[in-house]
């Protein structure tokens, strides 16, 4: 009986091995599909320390305009406040015995061509009576260089005119280039002396921003390097570049020289506004760039999701500061050019396939 109850159980364990079998293969989950995600590349920034300091904004090119010599002012055609063209008239002076002097040089060259006229008379009627051997040539030398004196006399009176009219034309003030009145002192009647400063004007294309850097950062701050400045209190931003550096600490600050010029190209008028400018230190270091959407935060882990040969990985981060919608990270094995995730990076595990699709709404 208990053989037979043996041969039983065998048989049992034997029929029942395939289905055991069976059921496991049934039971295999089947693989997962690939996650669709969508992704950035990791950028690279060349990165400098930086300190921020405070200047006043004036305008680089300013002009103060005056007469070059004692006269009155006849006629104003511009006012403090009013835009102007270069070469454009502000103002008109005269100087009456420089208009006296050329009124005579007027009157003098009428004279020497009314004289000219004659001895070309003279000379075409010598000339005449010469084909019909009246005159002798004697008399035809003396009426050639009679022409040419007078000649000569009326060249040299338009040469006077030319002179005095330039000298007159030196009483009227004109507009050095492009800009803004910004002080009139011009009033109709007026006289003014050469030293006098009438107008000035001043253009706003670029403004000249002097900054007192520590002298703890001499030598550090280059020639060259690209400036940011933010004008107060507007928070209206302009891009510069630092055009000189005074190597000398001042004593009595503790602080050398840096001059920066800031382009305005809307010819905002900013002038006399303070501006916070930020100043590049040092040589420029590579910073790395993610989206700000990339970084994954588990309690105190920091992460982004890389994907490598179809592959989720992930790579630890360390976020050392913020650029807008990018944050700087620092990262171990993460390199310039990857591809990191941006959306769908809160679903995937390690190893997890993804498929690349810009078009994942977010969530």
């Known amino acids: 009986m208990q053989k037979y109850r043996w041969i039983l159980i065998y048989t049992f364990l034997l ?90 040089a007027k009157i003098a060259l009428k004279q020497a061509k009314i004289q000219m006229e004659l ?19 004697e008399k035809l030398d003396d009426d050639k260089t009679n022409y040419l004196v007078q000649q000569i006399a009326v060249e040299s009176r338009n040469a006077e005119i030319n002179r005095l009219s330039s000298l007159v034309e030196s009483y009227s003030v004109e507009a050095p280039f492009d800009g803004q009145i910004i002080s009139s002192a011009a009033e109709v009647g007026m006289w003014t002396a050469p030293s006098e400063v009438l107008y000035q004007v001043v253009n706003y294309e670029v403004l000249e921003l002097k900054l007192g850097v520590p002298g703890r950062y001499l ?32 004593g009595s600050t503790g602080n050398f020289l840096v001059v920066v010029h800031v382009s305005n190209p809307e010819k905002t008028a900013l002038s006399g506004l303070l501006a916070q400018a930020t100043i590049p230190i040092g040589k420029a270091l590579k910073k790395m760039l993610v989206p700000r959407d990339a970084i994954v935060r588990r309690g105190n882990n920091t992460y982004v999701v890389v994907v490598r040969d179809g592959i989720a990985q992930i790579d630890p981060v360390q976020v050392t500061g913020n650029q807008e919608e990018l944050v700087v990270v620092a990262a171990k094995s993460l390199k310039f050019g990857e591809q990191v995730v941006i959306r769908g990076n809160e679903r995937i595990f390690p190893g997890t396939p993804v498929k690349v699709n810009p078009n994942i709404p977010v969530q």
């Open 219 to 250: 030598g550090q701050v280059l020639v060259g390097s690209a400036v940011e400045a933010e004008v107060r209190p507007s928070g209206k931003k302009l891009g510069g570049h630092i055009t000189s550096v005074v190597n000398h600490v001042e």
């Open 119 to 137: 001895a070309q008379r003279k000379l075409d009627r010598t000339k005449f009576l010469m084909k019909n051997q009246v005159s002798s040539e």
């Open 15 to 104: 029929s029942g091995w395939p289905f055991v079998l069976l059921a496991q293969e049934k039971d295999k989950p089947p693989e997962q599909p690939p996650v669709p995600v969508a992704v950035a590349e990791v950028k690279e920034e060349l990165h400098n320390s930086q300190i921020k300091l405070t200047g006043t904004l004036h305008p680089l090119r300013r002009a103060f305009l005056s007469v070059d010599d004692s006269a009155r002012i006849k006629k104003i055609f511009k006012h403090e406040g009013d835009f102007v063209l270069q070469g454009e008239m502000l103002a008109k002076a005269v100087n009456p015995a420089q208009e006296g002097s050329l009124n005579i």
